[in-house]
């Protein structure tokens, strides 16, 4: 086997991802979508002080980045791992500059120059009724499964994690679990401070970032003192759906956009940080570029044609930032240009995510990255069918100060292979459980941030929904609709969580993911043709293409191959045959709801074929 190291391989990613944003997000900026400087914007003029908030440009940054970035970039490249090194570093570095920055960039500016409409709303006006009503059912169902795909990762990481016979051989994790939950009110009384206590104070957000800033690091800190918070999975899904539900409702300045622009400060430092460390420590990559047939289905099922695509899924594109672009953030775009830092600029930063994930997991031992993400009972028979090498788990154990054996999910994968890296930097060695500790209230972050925007996402979608049926509901700033809206959201995405593994879960969620990012860019690729620029639809027909066409194949093998889905349905037990009915529906459902988009969309593009001959 060749050996490779992570040096040559981040320096390749950076030169990529910049060259990216220096010249094709130019091209898109000047050339497709004429961004204007001095164009009125949503948030100035539908501004109501709750949804509707000009806000400044890097402030709003962070609140994207954060919202958009949760666990996928993430635990998406960690999993693909299992295929080896290079499927996942391909897909990420060209999916994100050719498809998913895209993706996110023009459905943004669409949402800000349609008074920050949803996606749904959009593809009523643009396409038709038809694709508007089931965009609609599509993009909830789809926000629900996304939720729950990045939640189970936070209960599998914080959670006590028990053998096939229900015994406990790994306590929670109080430290992690104290640490996140003080980002809450840390980022509760940055937003009192910022908007109510010193709103005319000219450095009041430098300040309420610097304190900020100081009590998440003493939270990290301070944590490993704290016991107690041992839970079960599903008194952490509980806190969560609590914690979603709060953040959805109370005014987006008040916890939403601070908390998420702290966390954002949190992310991006430490992404920053990791890139610097693997350019240090320079690490070999021991899993190899392609792990061979015999590792296909040790974590989750399915071949590197076409599941390392829906595997990787938000690190290369991902149609849960569709919600968000026409979502949230329009309602705060201040200029039209900032568009293009925020839509492509952001995705570009998510992309970057998601290599250093890639490159933290691969460093890892091949027997150690296996028995933290398999079941204890499984991993045993694996290696020894394998014939996988002893690793080094009992060490790094002992150097993280827990039990990480059977953490499936990804994210503890993740989290012990950022700690390695940051171990090896000059005097770190000793400090690894805290470096540990730390990696797993950033990829707390990362998650949390997405679910309370996601949450409230959903929430508008649900309201759009009724509000057709019975206006006042439609009202965003009327408390009752927010409050049962809101309930629908967190009750589905719980009941997955609840009833779940990362196993079903997973796969659910990047192929709903990716079947919305396609129906996001078939309705863009309709709005540029409406417009009359037709001769720059490749710009989102291409990789509309491409990803319609791996996620239907691996939506189809799913189901018909995947054991929890439809041979599930054959099973004894009651209960697993109502999963594999659910899963088995719930999936083509949603895929043939994207083929009826698609053929809506293009009938849309034929039509306007002579329109567009005599308008030019």
């Known amino acids: 086997m060749v050996r490779v190291n992570a040096l040559p391989v981040m320096l390749g990613a950076l030169c990529v991802l910049a060259i990216a944003y220096r010249y094709y997000s130019a091209f898109l900026a000047t050339r497709v979508l004429v961004l204007r ?17 000009p806000t400044s440009k890097w402030v709003l940054f962070g609140h994207h980045f954060a919202a958009i970035t949760g666990a996928g970039p993430l635990i998406g490249p960690v999993l693909a791992a299992q295929f080896g090194f290079l499927p996942g570093l391909s897909w990420l570095l060209v999916g994100v500059v050719l498809a998913g920055a895209v993706h996110d960039f023009v459905i943004l500016t669409c949402s800000v120059r349609r008074r920050g409409r949803s996606l749904a709303e959009i593809a009523r006006a643009e396409v038709g009724t038809t694709t508007g009503w089931i965009a609609m059912f599509a993009i909830l169902f789809i926000v629900v499964i996304a939720l729950a795909g990045l939640g189970i990762v936070v209960v599998n990481a914080l959670s006590e994690v028990r053998n096939a ?31 109510k206590i010193a709103p005319h104070r000219p450095r009041r957000i430098a300040e309420a970032t610097a304190v ?107 149609g849960f930032h569709g919600l968000v672009a026409s979502g949230t953030t329009p309602k705060m775009i201040s200029n039209e240009r900032d568009c293009r830092t925020i839509g492509y600029g952001a995705m570009l930063m998510e992309g970057l995510v998601g290599v250093v994930a890639l490159i933290a997991a691969c460093a890892l031992h091949q027997s150690d990255y296996f028995a933290i993400n398999m079941p204890v009972d499984r991993f045993r028979e694996f290696a020894t069918r394998i014939h996988l090498d002893p690793g080094m788990l009992a060490d790094l154990e002992r150097q993280v100060g827990e039990v990480v054996t059977g953490r499936t999910g990804g994210g503890v994968t993740l989290a012990v292979g950022m700690a390695q890296i940051f171990a090896g930097l000059p005097g770190m060695k000793a ?13 707390a972050l990362f998650i949390l941030t997405t679910i309370d925007t996601g949450t409230r996402v959903g929430r508008f979608l649900v309201q759009e929904a009724v509000g057709r049926v019975w206006k006042p509901f439609a009202a965003t700033g009327w408390l009752p ?61 291409g990789p509309m293409l491409f990803v319609a066409t791996t996620t239907l194949t691996a939506g189809w093998k799913s189901v018909m191959d995947n054991p929890r889905f439809w041979p599930a349905t054959q099973a004894a037990d009651a209960t697993v045959r109502f999963q594999g009915w659910l899963n088995s529906a719930l999936t083509v459902a949603l895929m043939a709801s994207v083929v009826i988009i698609l053929v809506d969309c293009a009938r849309r593009w034929v039509a306007r074929a002579p329109l567009a001959v005599e308008e030019a």
């Open 37 to 53: 400087g001095d164009a009125p914007t949503p948030a100035h003029t539908m501004y109501d002080g709750h949804n509707y908030v």
């Open 165 to 195: 016979k229900g015994d406990i051989i790994g306590h929670g994790s109080s430290w992690g679990v104290f640490s996140i939950a003080c980002s809450i009110p840390i980022g509760l009384g940055m937003g009192a401070y910022i908007y």
């Open 212 to 318: 900020g800033v100081v009590l998440l690091v003493a939270a990290v800190i301070g944590g490993k003192h704290v016991g107690g918070l041992d839970f079960t999975p599903h008194q952490v899904t509980a806190a969560m759906a609590i914690y979603g539900f709060t953040a959805s409702v109370l005014p987006v300045w008040l916890l939403l956009c601070p908390r998420d622009y702290l966390s954002s400060f949190m992310k991006i430092g430490t992404i920053a940080l990791l890139v610097l460390g693997i350019l240090w420590v320079n690490p070999e990559l021991k899993m190899p570029a392609f792990t061979g047939d015999e590792f296909t289905g040790a974590i989750f099922y399915g071949k590197v044609f076409p599941f390392v695509f829906i595997t990787i899924a938000c690190g290369a594109i991902s």
């Open 431 to 443: 400090l690894t459980s805290y470096w540990y500790h730390f990696a797993i209230m950033f990829e």
């Open 481 to 541: 609709g927010t409050i049962a809206a809101t309930a629908v959201v967190v009750g589905g995405w719980t009941y997955f969580i609840w009833t779940g593994s990362i196993a079903t879960i997973w796969p659910m969620f990047g192929i709903a993911n990716q079947l919305l990012a396609v129906v996001g860019l078939a309705v863009v690729t309709t709005i540029l043709v409406n417009e009359g620029k037709r001769r720059y639809m490749w710009v989102t027909a």
